[in-house]
């Protein structure tokens, strides 16, 4: 057996790595041609890879380390509870001292009545909860039939079967036979894209619309509850015009139908409050949490239910659930990084010091040549790419997609950012300073310069 060690040759890891370690969301063929990206050390929002190169994460890993890399808090929280009590689940009525803590401050936490959290290791399970859970509380209140979810094109949502049918992303339904029966999809709020002629409030308005047109279309006694991400994220930091959600709520409102506000990116101090659903006025039956919810350093997810949906749900068994759901590990680590971000003011911090800081420097981006809008919520940012401002037309297809030529620049130029399209995307630790943010945006601006003649 090979010692294989972060001291290792960069080559002769990826060359272990492409052998035997088969990626997500990574083309083989460009893996072995390529090699992977080592990284072995992180610190705050700065990662460091097997060459030494010091890397600006503009990303927070996937979305998730709010709370910036390197806190021993969490690391020691992990180990005392691995002394404790490594494992025990939660079914059959058990439980244990990190679930009961972490439910009770998650329903502190949680706007309005969100009083319950059914537990997952990662957003996707905790999206297929949602599916079921959705899906049984109609069938306990005696309209089984009531059974379809309506989400939106474009939407990322997860990766198991179920979530990644809720997503409307068409690349993954195309692989492995998705969606499953009984999910919608109606059109995403991107007006850049999309909006044709309309102002972004009267397209916000359009759109919101579509969602009553289909339960009026499906039927309202077939339509069991609409799915969204306050801001969409993994689909390009889609920020919806202000006219989209209270139109949102005001059908799910008048059909009756629940609302899922998918918080997996948006919660935990991502959009500049504790919750997305806060920064837009939304009022959702269920939250899908995960990602911020231990910044990624255990992996946990889970839905918080209301009280309503519990009480309806606790009249059966819920024949559901999963080896770590509640796993303590995941559980303390997660409860000692909401102390952090709580005590620290890191949420506070992030929400009313760092995103107006962020916003103005990010926004200004828009006078290159390349970026015809800048959009921005909180502490998570798109721009779309374009050769055109006037007419927001596209890159055409065989110029290669902008937005993967500016991630390779970032990418040289030590930052990493990721491009959904045309469109690029950041959302940074919350701890990142505005010295950082200085930083992030003058690699960017020099990725976007290259990536600008690249394209001449
Ligand atoms: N929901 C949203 C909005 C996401 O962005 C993601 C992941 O990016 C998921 C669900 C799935 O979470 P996980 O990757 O932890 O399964």
């Keep these: 057996m090979t010692l294989i060690?972060?001291?290792?040759?960069?080559a002769e890891l990826q060359a272990l790595d492409a052998a035997h370690h088969m990626h997500p969301f990574t083309n083989g063929?460009?893996?072995?041609?390529?090699?992977a990206r080592v990284i072995t050390r992180a610190k705050g929002v700065t990662l460091t890879d097997s060459d030494g190169n010091e890397i600006l994460d503009a990303m927070a890993g996937l979305w998730c380390v709010n709370l910036g890399y390197g806190r021993d808090e969490l690391a020691e929280a992990a180990a005392r509870q691995m002394k404790e009590l490594p494992y025990y689940n939660t079914f059959f009525q058990t439980t244990h001292v990190p679930v009961i803590a972490l439910s009770e401050r998650l329903a502190q936490l949680a706007p309005g009545d969100l009083n319950h959290v059914f537990y997952a290791g990662s957003g996707s399970e905790a999206n297929d909860t949602n599916i079921r859970l959705v899906r049984t509380y109609w069938a306990q209140k005696g309209k089984p039939d009531k059974n379809i979810i309506i989400s939106r094109k474009n939407a990322y949502h997860g990766s198991s079967v179920g979530s990644a049918s809720l997503g409307g992303m068409q690349g993954m339904h195309a692989?492995?036979?998705?969606?499953i029966p009984d999910i919608h999809h109606i059109n995403q709020p991107n007006w850049w894209a999309e909006g044709g002629d309309m102002t972004p409030e009267e397209f916000g308005l359009a759109r919101a619309?579509?969602?009553e047109e289909a339960i009026l279309e499906l039927g309202e006694d077939r339509v069991a509850a609409f799915i969204g991400e306050p801001v969409q994220g993994a689909g390009g930091v889609i920020v919806p015009p202000e006219t989209y959600w209270p139109e949102i709520q005001r059908i799910c409102?008048?059909?009756?139908i629940l609302l899922i506000a998918d918080e997996v990116i948006c919660g935990f101090g991502r959009t500049g409050q504790w919750f997305g659903s806060q920064t837009y006025g939304i009022r959702p039956h269920i939250m899908t949490i995960a990602k911020g919810l231990s910044s990624g350093y255990a992996p946990i997810g889970g839905s918080i239910v209301c009280d309503e949906v519990a009480e309806v749900m606790n009249a059966c068994e819920f024949a559901h659930g999963y080896t770590y759901s509640g796993h303590p590990v995941?559980?303390?680590v997660a409860l000692e990084n909401l102390r952090i971000l709580e005590e620290e003011g890191i949420v506070d911090r992030a929400g009313s010091e760092t995103a107006p800081y962020l916003k103005q420097k990010w926004e200004g981006l828009v006078d290159h040549p390349l970026v015809g809008e800048a959009k921005i919520a909180g502490l998570m940012g798109s721009i779309a790419l374009t050769p055109d401002?006037?007419?927001r037309a596209q890159f055409a297809a065989d110029a290669g997609t902008a937005g993967l030529i500016c991630r390779e620049e970032c990418f040289a130029n030590n930052l990493v950012m990721r491009h959904v399209g045309d469109r690029m995307v950041i959302s940074p630790p919350l701890v990142i300073t505005k010295p950082e943010i200085d930083t992030l945006i003058d690699r960017a601006t020099t990725a976007l310069d290259a990536a600008h003649a690249r394209l001449q």
Excluded: R, S
């Excluded at 060690?5 to 960069?10: A, G, I, L, S």
């Excluded at 409102?253 to 009756?256: I, V």
């Design 175 to 179: 692989q492995g036979g998705l969606p």
């Design 29 to 35: 063929d460009e893996l072995n041609a390529k090699g």
């Design 389 to 391: 401002k006037a007419t």
């Design 253 to 256: 409102d008048k059909y009756g």
């Design 5 to 10: 060690t972060n001291h290792m040759p960069t």
């Design 209 to 211: 619309q579509e969602l």
């Design 330 to 332: 995941a559980c303390a």
